[in-house]
């Protein structure tokens, strides 16, 4: 389960507060994939990097009573100066799993080929965002947190396999995933809710939520 009881968080921007979340409450229990739909600029990255503990509340607590991963393409933890097979390995033992099944794993799918045993650092953006992608699959995780779908990679292989793995992973892990678009949402998640306001206001099915979305956009 993760769970955020009276979550309050805002930024000053130099001319005023941006508040992202107030007084929030919601639950996502195991087994029951969520999507968020939120404008651009209202604090999508924040939100998820709450949930993944990346950042802390201004008020509030936030609850996980399982394993809930890093964001999709976050690389903090990965350390440009070491390779992927380097930076695998390592995050591989923090987590307490098999460094060569890992490493091996990590290798097969992103599939940079020699740019593996490379620096991160010299990568390019879709190779980086493929290598984090692997490593976040290859760790075990109760609930995975996505920030606006799949990474932006050109390379079809790499999504279609990455794409097949996140697809078997649902049918024994929970996603939660934040976008502004709700065609993304239809991929991952049957329930949903809208950002409004600095509250999670929480439906049954996507479609409903959908439609406050489209509303309040029009409106």
Known sequence: MLEFDEVSKSFWTGQQRKVILDRASFRVELGHSLGILAPNGTGKTTIINMMAGLEKPD?????????????????????????????????????????????????????????????????????RARFTFSLMLALDFDIYLIDEGMPQTTDTEFNRKAGEMLKERLTNTTVIIVSHQAAVLEKFARSAAVLRDGKIIMFDTLEEAKQLYDYEAQG
């Open 59 to 127: 008020e509030g607590t936030i609850t996980r009573t399982c394993r809930v991963s890093f964001p999709l393409g976050f690389m903090g933890g990965v350390v440009n100066r070491h390779t992927a097979r380097e930076n695998a390995r390592y995050i591989a033992r923090l987590y307490d799993l098999d460094p060569d099944y890992v490493e091996a794993f990590c290798r097969w799918m992103a599939g940079i080929k020699e740019y593996f045993d490379m620096p991160v650092g010299t990568y390019s953006q879709g190779m």
